[in-house]
């Protein structure tokens, strides 16, 4: 069974902190999607990231995709409430099958 | 255009009752997959289907049956409700070539007494 193991699990800074999210895998993935939960509903995609050492911007989000596309990253600078949220990343292992890290629970406190 | 929809939102059975999860998709994506999500374990792939007609297992199979007779639908069945399977179920679909974002529904929150 292929893992990916995300950390922290739960995270709780003051607006305006950065912070980075990890996902650590020992499995190589296709591709790797980070997406965001809110409550009630279904998680969205942020980002998709396919090669090695590829690096992704979203206005104070960067994701980065390591260069043995095992692992991944998301750092958010200046982090807002409005980014609060459970955040996943998930490793593509062909035919559009994904495995799920747990999850990072972030809030950000005002 | 709806994306997933699913249905119920919320549902209670009683241990040993059966019940259908609809899904339905207006996208005409050809990949569709149920995922369980619970406390701690991320989302876990329970069965997933490549088109009408074609459905093969993910990491937690054991319970459920699934049937892919349209591009559209994909109902997940339970036939014998255990107390292990309450957990919020979401329906997902994507297109099936390269690294495609997949769509998810909003769940089912399903609690089995």
């Known amino acids: 069974t292929q893992l990916l193991e995300q950390s922290p699990q739960f995270l709780s800074i003051q607006e305006g902190e950065n912070l980075t999210v990890y996902c650590n895998s020992s499995?190589?993935?296709?591709?790797l999607q980070w997406y965001r939960q809110e409550p009630g509903e279904g998680p969205v995609l942020l980002v998709t990231?396919?090669?090695?050492?590829e690096v992704k911007k979203l206005k104070r989000l960067t994701f980065q995709f390591g260069d043995a596309r095992k692992d991944s990253s998301l750092h958010i600078t200046a982090a807002q409430p409005g980014d609060t949220g459970l955040y996943l990343c998930?490793?593509?292992?062909?035919?559009?099958?994904?495995?799920f890290g747990q999850g990072t629970r972030l809030t950000i406190n005002p | 255009n709806a994306g997933v929809t699913q249905t119920p939102k919320f549902q209670v059975l009683k241990t040993g009752q059966s019940m259908t999860l609809q899904c339905a998709q207006d996208?005409?994506?050809?990949?569709m997959s149920w995922y369980r999500q619970d406390p701690g374990m991320g989302l876990r792939l329970i069965h997933y289907?490549?088109?009408?007609?074609?459905?093969d297992q993910g990491e937690v199979p054991n319970g459920y049956n699934v049937s892919r007779s349209t591009t559209e639908d994909f109902p997940l069945r339970l036939l014998s409700a255990a107390p292990s399977q309450t957990s919020v179920y979401f329906c997902?679909?994507?297109?099936?070539?390269?690294?495609?974002?997949?769509?998810f529904g909003d769940g089912t929150r399903l609690s089995i007494l």
């Open positions: 997902a679909s994507s297109l099936l070539q390269g690294s495609q974002p997949q769509h």
């Open positions: 499995s190589v993935f296709s591709s």
């Open positions: 990231v396919v090669t090695g050492g």
């Open positions: 998930a490793g593509a292992t062909g035919a559009q099958k994904l495995v």
């Open positions: 996208m005409n994506h050809e990949y």
């Open positions: 289907s490549v088109g009408a007609g074609i459905t």
